[in-house]
T-cell receptor, first 111, second 116 residues
Framework: AQRVTQPEKLLSVFKGAPVELKCNYS??????LFWYVQYSRQRLQLLLR??SRESIKGFTADLNKGETSFHLKKPFAQEEDSAMYYC?????????????FGTGTQLKVEL | GAGVSQSPSNKVTEKGKDVELRCDPI?????LYWYRQRLGQGLEFLIY????????KSGLPSDRFSAERTGESVSTLTIQRTQQEDSAVYLC??????????????FGEGSRLTVL
């Protein structure tokens, strides 16, 4: 069965410091991974997906199949990055995609 | 509407009562998902619809939970004989993609259920 692990419930960094939110997964098939973000009083939304190899709001994430990881990184944290971040693994199920989410990491950027 | 709409936003009920939660997906989205988020936990998959059929309902925790969808429109999640452990935020999401899609889901704001 698929599983997504985010070991940190809370990560607190100072503004301008580097950020790394950890995500590990277990899945026997070919993984598709995503990061979702929920800002205060907003709905959960997609931040980035590994297949796009994109940088969104300065965040990047590289899929490491050897370490089964998909850590989210940003070189310089900003106050507006404070939010809840969820790593998610997409698997094909009976005609569609099912996203399995981790438990989330609350990122707090302090001034 | 512009996004996924869920109602009610908050529901307080007594143990043993039935509740119905409603989700209006984004127009044209064929796929619809229900997730549950208990306090301090991650999102737990409940059921997935493609059109009005449910290819994957493996996440429904018991036979007290059921869901239906009308065509590619509204879905209702029904919980019968509610228990205190059913207290959670129930999130609905829709997607324009079906099989082999990109995995991007568009979420509603959720329905917070409290069972006393």
């Amino acid at each position: 069965a698929q599983r997504v692990t985010q070991p940190e419930k809370l990560l607190s960094v100072f503004k301008g410091a580097p950020v790394e939110l950890k995500c590990n997964y277990s899945y026997s098939g070919s993984p598709e991974l995503f990061w979702y973000v929920q800002y205060s009083r907003q709905r959960l939304q997609l931040l980035l997906r590994h297949i796009s190899r994109e940088s969104i709001k300065g965040f990047t994430a590289d899929l490491n199949k050897g370490e089964t990881s998909f850590h989210l990184k940003k070189p310089f944290a900003q106050e507006e990055d404070s939010a809840m971040y969820y790593c998610a693994l997409s698997t094909l199920t009976g005609g569609g995609n099912k996203l399995t989410f981790g438990t989330g990491t609350q990122l707090k950027v302090e001034l | 509407g512009a996004g996924v709409s869920q109602s009610p936003s908050n529901k307080v009920t007594e143990k043993g009562k039935d509740v119905e939660l409603r989700c209006d997906p984004i127009s044209g989205h064929t796929a619809l998902y229900w997730y549950r988020q208990r306090l301090g936990q991650g999102l737990e998959f409940l059921i997935y619809f493609q059109g009005n059929s449910a290819p994957d309902k493996s996440g429904l925790p018991s036979d007290r939970f059921s869901a239906e969808r009308t065509g590619e429109s509204v879905s209702t999640l029904t919980i019968q004989r509610t228990q205190q452990e059913d207290s959670a935020v129930y999130l609905c999401a829709s997607s324009p993609y079906g099989w082999g899609g990109t995995g991007e889901l568009f979420f509603g704001e959720g329905s917070r259920l409290t069972v006393l």
